[in-house]
Structures are given as C-alpha cells and as structure tokens.
C-alpha cells in the first residue's frame, strides 16, 4: 500500500501540471506539427523531434514534454493516412496496416477504414495509459525478468507469424521470409564485425539496408506502379461509401479485439530492445486467428485493420517504461527523446531510475500527457479523414508522380546516400516481382525486421547460456527455460500450427491466377540464385567469428531447402497448379494498358536524371514530362502541379532542415538552396 | 542594415590587407555542425548542448543547427568533411572517439586525415568499471582475487571505446569473456541489472544517471575509474570521482600489472583518444586564421559562462573544454599513437578476438 500512498499524490500533481492552459496549449501544437510531419511517409518522429531540439534548451519542463510527447504521440496515428490510402507504410508501426486498410480503400472504403483505425490508436492509447499507470511503479523487476532467452522467444513469436501469413502455398512464404531474414543480414555483422554480402568498397552497404527503404519498396513500389499501370482511381468506386461513422461502428463491434491488442501493444512495447516494429505484426497475426471468418484478410477485412492500430499507440506508451526507468530508448525517437529532456529547465529531470523516485509526477504527466495527445491527434485525424479520403477518387496517374517524389526523398532521408534511391529501387522491383508471383511479401518483411534481433538475441542469448552451463548444468537450464520462456514457447507452437492451418484460406493477394511455367520458374531460380551466394559468402566467413556466420548459413540453408522442394514441385505438377501463380497471365495486371517495364521506366528515370543534376532539378524533368506525356495534362494544370509538387518538397526539406540527394552537376557547380 | 553599417563593412574591406582588422560576422548566417552520428547517440546530445551556447557567443548570432550524417561507423561523415573547402566558415564537425578509433587502427574505410584540419574546441569524459556484489566482494583495491573468475561482459565492439576496458582488464589478469553485438552502454548495463554480465563500465554522465543508484542499492561495487588527464598529460583520479582509483592504481597495485611498457603505452594512448579527448569540434582544412580566431573566442566565451559548471554537469559531465592551443594540443594527444602501441593493439584484437581490419 505504500506504493498506493505514493502513487495517487503524484497522480494527483501530474494532473495538476497538464491542466493548465498554456501546456495544453503546447501540447495542441505539438500534436499539430507531428501531424504534418507523421502524413508524409518514412519521415516520422525523429524528424520532427530534432526540429525541435534548439528551442529545449532550457524551455520550462512541462511545456517542453507538452510539445515534444504531442509530436511524437501522433505519429503513428497520422501515418495511417499513408498506410491506408496510398498502400505506403508511413513508419514500422503501420506495416501491418496495409495489409487490409489498403484494399479497403481500393474497394472505396477508405473513410470507413481510416476511422475505424483512428477509433483503434485512440483507444489503444488510452488503455496503454491507463495501464501504465497502474504497472509504472511495479515495472522495473518485471522487465528485469526480461532476459536475452526471453527476447529471443519473442522475436520468434513475431517470425512465426509468418505461419498465418504465408499464403497459398506455405513452402513459399517459408522461402520469403528467409529471404528476407538474409537480406536483414547483409552488411557488417554486429558480433564480430565480419562483412556479409557487402565490401568496405561499397561503404553504403556495410550499414545494412534500412527498414524504411525495405517497407517502401516492399509495399509502396508494387502498388503504386500497378496502380499506374491501370491507369485508374484507387478507388474503384466513383464515391467514397459509408464514411466515418461506420468504421467507429466497426471498432464497436471487435472492442476486445482493439483491449487484446492495445494489451499486446503495452506488453511488448514494455520490453526494452525489440522495438516497436514486431509489435503490430503479433497483433495482426492474433487478429487473424482470433477471427472466424478468415476468408477476407487480405481483401479488405477491418479487423485487420483494428488490430494492428490499436496495437501500435499502446506500444508508444509501453515504450516509454524502458526509456523513463532504464534510460534506454525503445526507440530512435525516444533517444531524442531523452536527449532532449536533459535538455530541459536545468537539467533537474534526469532519465533512469531516480525517474520513479524523484519525479514521479513528471513521470505520469508524460505518460497522461502521451494519452492526452492521442486524443487530440484522432479527432484532428477524423475531422481531416472524409476531406483527405477523396484522394483515393482522383485518377492515379496525377498522384502516381508524387507519390514517387515522396519515397524517393523518404528513401534518402534515411541515409542521405544516392544509394538509398538506388536501393529503393532494387528492393522495389524484389517487390514487383514477390506481388506478381504470390510469394508472401509480409513474410518476406517480418524476416527482414527480425533478422537482427533474432541473430543478436540467439548469439548472445547462446554465449551466456554456455557461460552458465560452465558452471553447472542447472544453471544452464535454468537460465533458457525460464517460465517466460516456456510460456512463450507454447505460444508459438499453437500459433504455428493453427497458423498453417489457416494460411491457405488468407490470400494476401487476391486470388492469383496460375499460368506458364516459364516466368514463375525463372524468378524461383534468381532467388535461388541470391540465396546460394549468400551461403557461399557466409561460409567463407572465418571460423572464429562463428557468431557471424551462424546464423546466414542456418537460415539460408532452410531457405534452399525449400527452394529446392519447390523446385521440384514445379517441375512435377502442372501449369495449372497454385505453385505457379502470375498475375501478368489473368486479372489486374495482366488487363492494364500500360506494361510494367514502361511504367517502371518513369521511375528510372527520375533517379537517373537525380544522379546527374540532383533531386530538385530531376523532380522538375520528371513532373512535367510525366503529366504533359503519360497523364496528358495541358499545360497549364502541368504547370500548376509541377510547382506545387516542387513548392511542397522545398517547404517541407526547409522546415525540416533537410537536404536533397545531390548530382554530378551539384559537384561541379555551386548551385543555390535547394538546386544544391 | 544601416548605412553605417555598410560604411563599416566597405571600411573592413578596404582594411582586408590587414586582417587582424577584419570582423568576422555570421549575421544571418547559418552555422550547419555536422555529426557523424545518428541523432540518437551521445555526439548527438554533446553537439546540441554546444549549439545554441555557441550560437549565443559567434558575433552576429548566427542559428547553429546540429546536422546528422550517420554511416560506416562514423568514418562516412569524416570522409565527406575531408573534401570540405573553407566557405564563410559556416561548416563545423564534431568528431568523437568511435572516429578517431578507426583512424588511429587503419580502418580500411578511413580517407580523412585530422592533422589537416583546425580543432577548435575539445572535450571529454570519464569512464567507471564496477563488478557485481559477489565478486565485489573479493576486490580489495587489486585485481589479484579477481583472476580465477570468469566474468561476462555486454560489449558494443572490440575496436569500439570497448577497448579501452578490455584491455585494462587483461592486463589486471582477469578473465573477461565479452558479449558482443550490444547497441549501446545502456544496454551492457541492462544485461548486468539481470544479472547476465558480470561487470560493466559507463561512461560518467550515464554512471551518475543509472549505475550509482545500483552501488546504493548495493548492487553494483565500483571498481575503478580510467582516470583523467593533468595539464602535463599524467593520469590523475578523476575529478568527477575522486573517491574511486584509477586503474593505473590498481594495476600499479595488481600482481604482474605494469605501468610501463608497451601494453601499458597502448592503453594510455587508446585511452586519450577514447576518453579525455573524447569530443572535438573541428573547422575544415584551409580555414583562415580570423575564422578559427572567433570560434576559439566564443567557445571560450561558452565555457567561460558562470552557469557553464552548474549546466554541463547534468548534461556533458564536469569534465574540462579544451579551446585555442589547448584543443590544438588535446587533438594531438587524441590522434596520435605511437608505431608501437598500434602494432601492439592490432596484434592483440586478432589474438583475442580475431578481428582484423582488414
């Protein structure tokens, strides 16, 4: 009852301290700008939070966390607009989003599935503050229980999601997600530092490839050029369907679904280490199986949608126990985050555990504060969804060009490399290629999110545990079989095995027409193709950096193996069977007007013109030749879009403070902000 | 923008032949400091601590924005400012000791070379050690009961700052099997809450914000400190921790532990650069005299501050800023090695741990 004694005052005082109108007002403006910054893809949080930085030093506290927790709380509830509109994973939170939100919108549901989504985070991020609260005082031995076996399990809870996701055929999504764990692996390892898959002659790649780049061009580039290549609205129908009150009635019907998964949000986002980014494809995975009617996942089924959403508000606030009470950031966000509280007053709040002791009203203010700005940040989105919703009646071919301005530059703020686009582009046509096919592309990026946890967790989790079994048997096993452990493990066995059952019945992508042998055939032999050389490469990894090599070589041989097994089965079965799924053969794809390599070809473009004269001046080219030639504009609209396109990318890169991807040009000449 | 301004200015044109006269003014300028890093890391906190301080001191008050440009462990940022020309003086980096380490092992990535350019302000920290409480227990001020242990340790890197304790802890004749792949200090120290590392060290600003509060609680026992550097470059206690011994103390104390000698040369020599002259601001190569004058003026002007103390504590640690001659002199110290030391560390971390950089 001590805790009570001393919880409730504090509780009490927190309050007080939000209460005010200048920090509310604070806090609206934080809101504010995080909307603007969370609406335009793989920007996010840490943009917005280091704009703000200059102006902490010495800011009082509490209106200082008012406008910096406004804007971060907001972003992955306003990321949804790009998630479920343009099929653009706006951050790692929404990705599993897309996967339902997207069609629904294609089916002329988008304000249906914005709403119900936005009702999600709301409640997701209330029941994530009320239960931090209660558990902020009792955490710290809980998540101590939290040890490397532990965080393993849990990654692999979060791959074997891959289970329900696989598709039609298993074998292939198995394929998929070892892919992309192997492209997760590309780079120089984190253990011992050997280089896989990359040379120090290529600097980019021995960074590995970056999240945002791989959700991009996964997602975003398949549907955008498909899209355009039948050159029509998002929306197949001409209006938009019942609006928001339906999808708040959605959210109404499946609230237990939306309390389990905010509970899962809150749960894992608690976890120091694993980051949000497996978070919303357990809730998705859960929703799925927790649904009796499995048929429409995939197609446009809103529990997939409240899933997910109200998995990742929840996870910010479970986020902030690791980074308030340890000093450890759950996420790049946060780092700033806690960067810039020291920042604050005169540096009075220090994160970490004197947090609890000394200032546990700050404490809960950040945390009700964090609910308080989902609040405002849901009904700013509500009120904006009907309006921005439209977007998905115009025709595509006018949205198709800025939606590739805004990966291109989401891609290079990443890393501020030419490479980013180049990377976009090549993970982008991986992506056509996996979508065309039926090969399971949220597999595919659940392998590569995982990909580092799961070798960071098993080498070290491996190395203490024969550290402990050193000592004495028991230790050891007392060590990786903890009840954590044990539970986790049941659960991902029942989710598998359920999962398979029901993988067949979820089609991700529409039910694919089978056709040739041929092209199927060949893109199974590229991956095959990668995945041996990858071996190979591993395999000359030498032997006393095994932690480096371990785990390539075990998953790309699972991944051969499969391979191989369907290698076979396609040799064996005939064209008509599910194995060899083609979109170019019936439907969609296979009716469009356009042809993909011609559609593409406007991409390349872009980047080409970019290497050569730098972003701004490429964007001018692209913009104007596209909407005079491929969209037919006049003149005049050409005109009037084109600088509106330019106008938003310098707005936006000067507020940010952000640069453009330079050209040979720009390294010959000096040009003027923002030619340079 | 009066007239008399552009009186003055046309005068201080006419002056330009004696630049001694000549005012630099950032007046509307932009000063961009860029940081090798992500903005999440302790670079990132350090240069936006000195940025709006700075901004306040350079005349005209210009805005400092901090700019990240993260990759290749650091060494991308420092080769992009290699080919940096003097313009307006308005680019500024910051280096901190995980670019000097690469520079200082022939990291074959490495195309910068620091000597080329103009530090004009240098800074450091700290670093404690400390042990759980069983082992603690067994430390009397040397490390001779400490050898028959084996201890687990989160690592981020063996040719990280890492170094620095590895080798500390080799040459006391401990066994210390490092754990790598962490992301950060604070997660070694999370490993070592849970009792999977054995021992750890933070630097002194996370070790007053997290670990102390474990010694409170009598869960931690600290160990030693790395020490600090003297105005003759000796090592002393650390001011920040004058209760804790150095390490040169409990080697000195150790059995088999020497203070001289090659091991010994490359530990002081890694530690410099790792730790005392952890930080440096740097202007690019051809910067004239008059610019790097009015950054050493405001840097000066920055740590000259009555509240400086009372603000950095919190936030950078009390450790002292070097400017002028002084960084000219820390940066020196910082980034260079002798033949010896690095032959004797490159050898050592393909011996322990099979790492070459190569």
């Known amino acids: 009852m001590d805790l009570l004694a001393t919880a409730l005052p504090a509780l009490g005082q927190a309050w007080a301290l939000i209460l005010q109108p200048m920090v509310l007002g604070y806090l609206v403006l934080g809101v504010v700008m995080g909307l603007a910054v969370g609406v335009f893809p793989g920007l996010g949080g840490i943009a917005g939070l280091s704009l703000l930085l200059p102006f902490m030093f010495g800011m009082d506290p509490v209106l200082g966390l008012a406008l910096m927790i406004g804007m971060v709380a907001v972003v992955p509830t306003s990321d949804t607009f790009a998630s479920v509109l343009m099929g653009i994973p706006g951050s790692s939170a929404s990705q599993a989003t897309v996967l339902d939100g997207f069609p629904m919108a294609k089916k002329g549901q988008a304000a249906r599935a914005l709403s119900a989504a936005f009702t999600s985070s709301l409640f997701g991020g209330l029941v994530g503050a009320a239960f931090l609260t209660m558990f902020i005082v009792v955490a710290r031995p809980i998540v101590l229980s939290f040890g490397l076996p532990e965080m393993l399990m849990i990654s692999i809870l979060g791959l074997s999601m891959v289970a329900v996701l696989a598709g039609r055929v298993a074998l292939k999504g198995l394929a998929a997600a070892g892919l992309g764990l192997l492209i997760g692996t590309i780079g120089e390892a984190d253990a011992g530092g050997s280089l896989r898959m990359a040379t120090y002659d290529i600097p980019y790649l021995t960074d590995g490839l970056k999240l945002v780049i791989v959700g991009l061009g996964i997602f975003a580039v398949p549907e955008i050029v498909s899209l355009l290549r039948q050159d029509r609205a998002i929306s197949k129908e001409a209006k938009l369907g019942a609006g928001w009150g339906e999808g708040v009635r959605d959210w109404v019907a499946n609230k237990w679904l939306s309390v389990r998964c905010s509970l899962i949000g809150v749960v894992v986002g608690v976890i120091p280490g694993l980051g949000g980014s497996v978070v919303d494809w357990i809730a998705y995975g859960h929703a799925v199986q927790t649904t009796k009617d499995k048929s429409n996942f995939g197609k446009g089924e809103v529990r997939g949608v409240i899933g997910p959403e109200s998995s990742n508000n929840a996870k910010e606030g479970g986020g902030l126990v690791p980074t308030l009470l340890f000093g450890i950031p759950g996420s790049g966000s946060m780092a700033i985050f806690i960067g810039a509280i020291a920042l604050l007053g005169s540096g009075e709040i220090e ?72 990377a976009l582009f090549v993970i982008g046509l991986i992506g056509i290629f996996l979508r065309r096919f039926d090969w399971s592309r949220p597999a595919f990026l659940i392998g590569f999110v995982l990909s580092n946890p799961v070798e960071k967790f098993s080498n070290q989790a491996f190395q203490i545990a024969s550290f402990r079994f050193r000592k004495s048997f028991e230790e050891g096993m007392e060590y990786i079989f903890s009840p954590i452990v044990i539970v986790l493990l049941i659960v991902t066995v029942v989710s598998v095995v359920l999962g398979l059952r029901q993988a067949k019945s979820i089609m991700a992508e529409g039910d694919v027409q089978s056709g040739s042998k041929r092209a199927p055939l060949v893109f199974l032999l590229l991956i095959m193709g990668y995945v041996v050389t990858a071996l190979v490469n591993a395999s000359l990894i030498p032997d006393y950096n095994m932690t480096d090599k371990i785990v390539p070589l075990v998953v790309g041989g699972i991944a051969l193996t499969a391979l191989l097994i369907l290698l076979v089965q396609m040799i064996l079965r005939p064209e008509s069977d599910p194995i060899f799924a083609d979109k170019e053969v019936s439907g969609e794809d296979a009716d469009a007007p356009y042809g993909l390599w011609s559609t593409l070809a406007w991409f390349v473009g872009l980047i080409v013109a970019t290497y050569f004269v730098g972003f701004i001046l490429a964007l001018l080219g692209f913009l104007v030749s596209f909407l005079r030639v491929r969209a037919q504009a006049h003149w005049p609209k050409t005109l009037i879009l084109t600088a509106c396109g330019i106008a938003l990318m310098c707005v936006m890169a000067g507020a940010l403070n952000r640069d453009f991807p330079p050209g040979l040009l720009q390294g010959a000449v000096d040009l003027p902000w923002p030619l340079n | 923008m009066t007239i008399k301004y552009f009186a003055a200015s046309a005068v201080s044109a006419v002056c330009l032949a004696a630049p001694a006269l000549a005012e630099v003014d950032f007046s509307g300028k932009t000063i961009e400091w860029v940081i090798p890093f992500s903005e999440t890391g302790g670079s990132a906190k350090w240069a936006n601590f000195f940025a709006p301080l700075l901004s306040e001191e350079l005349p005209g008050k210009p805005t400092v924005v901090v700019k990240f440009m993260p990759g290749a462990g650091s060494t991308k940022g420092a080769n992009w400012f290699q080919e940096q020309k003097h313009d307006e003086g308005t680019v500024l980096f910051g280096t901190s000791g995980s670019t000097q380490f690469p520079y200082l092992l022939d990291d074959p990535r490495v195309r910068y070379e620091y000597s080329d350019w103009h530090p004009v302000m240098a800074s450091g920290t700290g670093g404690v050690a400390y042990l759980n409480p069983t082992d603690g227990e067994k430390f009397d001020g040397t490390a001779n009961n400490l050898k028959d242990i084996n201890f687990i340790y989160g690592s981020q890197g063996a040719t990280r700052l890492d170094l620095v304790p590895l080798l500390a802890w080799e040459m006391l004749g401990m066994n210390v099997e490092p754990v790598f792949g962490i992301k950060g200090r604070g997660d070694g120290r999370l490993m070592f809450e849970r009792g999977e590392a054995t021992i750890d060290y933070q630097t002194s600003s996370s070790y007053l914000g997290a670990s102390a509060d474990l010694v409170e609680k009598g869960q931690a026992v600290p160990m030693m400190t790395w020490g600090a550097l003297d105005e003759d470059g000796n090592i002393v206690r650390d001011p920040t921790f004058p209760d804790i011994p150095t390490f040169k103390e409990v080697c000195e104390a150790t059995d088999g532990c020497e203070t001289s000698g090659e091991a010994w040369d490359a530990w002081k020599a890694f530690f410099i650069a790792g730790f005392p002259v952890q930080k440096i601001a740097f202007l690019p190569a051809g910067t004239p005299e008059d610019v790097i004058a009015t950054y050493t003026a405001a840097f000066d002007a920055v740590r000259n501050r009555d509240d400086f103390a009372k603000i950095a504590e919190k936030r950078v640690g009390k450790y002292p800023v070097f400017v002028g001659e002084g960084a000219a002199k820390a940066t020196q110290r910082g980034t260079t090695v002798s033949a010896e030391a690095k032959a004797f560390v490159t050898n050592w971390l393909q011996e322990a741990y099979g790492v070459s950089l190569k």
């Open chain 1, 351 to 422: 994160v970490g555990p004197s947090m609890l002791r000394d200032n546990l009203d700050i404490t809960y203010s950040i945390v009700w504060l964090l609910a308080l700005a989902n609040v405002v940040g849901t009904l700013l989105c509500i009120a904006a969804s009907g309006g921005i919703a439209k977007l998905t009646t115009i025709r595509f071919t006018y949205l198709a060009p800025f939606l590739f301005m805004l990966i291109s530059f989401a891609a290079f703020q990443s890393g501020q490399n030419f490479e980013d686009i180049l």
